[in-house]
């Protein structure tokens, strides 16, 4: 098998400028201390090249708790603070939905390096704003797309980049969720941008457009559907609800999909939900012209030989994804801000993720086709 020989991603990186460029662990700040933070922090914690040094959210005790916990010198409930403090180099954005973009832009103009949690924005003219300002700074600016770092990931793009699939012409990427609306924020499509489509189906489309090797998008047709509402009545099933669930009804879709046609011929399937009266189904596939291979629920590749078909299972640790894609994640962030590694995951794919999703929503509502 070939090592791969170009950074994955880089090319798309738009233009690049290192700033930290000392041997000093980089000074860090965490921006929004919910739920996913606590994986950023933990991450950065255990990196020896890393030191945190702010904590923000508009939870005055959130703040304050937070950095406490994780050591962190000082704590604030404004992110132009943390934007104005010159020990803090790069930052992870962990608010919601509906501030994403606009933090990133201000934090790359400010001239920090960022890591942006997904969606990148909630539109692809939020996504935009973060790419213009990566492109006047150079700064390194990474969307969270962390099942491209899971350990099954990376060893399947590797069997794809030295060809023993072939050509990939076809990928289907599945989470359906029979329960899955988290509620409060998550449910007002003001604030999120929508449902289970930019929820988990800005991960999915990542992950299937990234195998196939990020090619250009051509045409999408999409659908959604909004029956069932995030179903708080149900009883006896233990289920992730955010903490103001219930305060208000879901305005976000429950189901969506779609079909996603490349310019280099190739097709991706989608299909994600929140709602839906089924199982919870998630399964990540591509097929080439040598072979195809599931990425989820378990890694595995067909191929043939000799006239006999095989099905080859990696030995690897875990062949599900792997929560220690997130210390991998900020792991590779930290290495490229200090200019010790490539871009991975560049903002660049973010919008072009953003745009794949506005146009699966305005399929979905024009009953059409969308070229992009
Ligand atoms: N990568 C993943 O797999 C993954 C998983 C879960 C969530 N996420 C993303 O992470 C983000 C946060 O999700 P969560 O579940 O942690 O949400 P959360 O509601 O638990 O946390 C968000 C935090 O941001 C704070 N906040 C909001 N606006 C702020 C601002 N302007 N300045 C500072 N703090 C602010 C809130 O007070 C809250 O503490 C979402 O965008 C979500 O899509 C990613």
Not at 193 to 214: E, N, Q, R, S, Y
Not at 290 to 301: C, K, N, S, V
């Amino acid at each position: 098998m070939m090592a791969t020989s170009e950074p994955l991603g880089a090319a798309a990186a738009g233009p690049q400028r290192t700033e930290h460029l000392s041997s000093d662990p980089l000074g860090v700040a965490v921006i929004g201390g919910g739920t996913i933070s606590r994986l950023h922090l933990d991450a950065y914690r255990a990196n020896p090249d890393a030191r945190l040094v702010t904590v923000c959210d508009i939870d005055a005790d959130r703040a304050r708790d937070t950095a406490a916990q994780y050591g962190a010198p000082r704590w604030t409930t404004s992110y132009e603070e943390v934007l104005a403090d010159d020990e803090v180099t790069a930052i992870s954005i962990c608010t919601r939905n509906d501030t994403h973009a606009v933090i990133a832009a201000a934090a790359l103009d400010a001239g920090k390096a960022v890591l942006v949690e997904k969606p990148l924005g909630r539109t692809s003219a939020e996504a935009q704003l973060v790419v213009d300002a990566q492109e006047r700074s150079g700064l390194v600016a990474q969307v969270g797309f962390v099942r491209r770092f899971s350990p099954n990931a990376v060893v399947l793009k590797e069997f794809i980049e030295a060809g023993d699939l072939g050509a990939l012409y076809y990928a289907t990427a599945r989470n359906l969720r029979r329960a899955g609306n988290p509620g409060g924020w998550f449910a007002d499509k003001e604030v999120s941008g929508g449902g289970p489509l930019v929820d988990v189906g800005v991960h999915f489309i990542d992950i299937a457009w990234w195998l196939l090797g990020t090619p250009e998008v051509a045409t999408v047709s999409g659908f959604t559907a909004d029956r069932l509402g995030d179903r708080d009545h149900l009883r006896h099933l233990s289920r992730y609800r955010s903490a103001d669930a219930g305060t208000s009804a879901s305005t976000v879709e429950d189901l969506a999909g779609g079909l996603v046609r490349f310019t280099n011929g190739a097709v991706l399937s989608l299909e994600v939900s929140y709602s839906l009266h089924g199982r919870d189904d998630v399964g990540v596939k591509v097929y080439g012209d040598r072979g195809g291979a599931e990425l989820e629920p378990e890694l595995r590749i067909s191929t043939e030989a000799h006239d006999t078909i095989l099905e080859v299972t990696p030995q690897i640790d875990s062949l599900t994804f792997d929560m220690s894609a997130f210390d991998a994640e900020i792991g590779a962030f930290v290495a490229a801000v200090r200019g010790e590694g490539p871009r991975l995951a560049p903002v660049q794919d973010g919008l072009t993720v953003a745009r794949i999703i506005e146009a699966i929503y305005a399929s979905a509502e024009r009953g059409c086709e969308i070229e992009l």
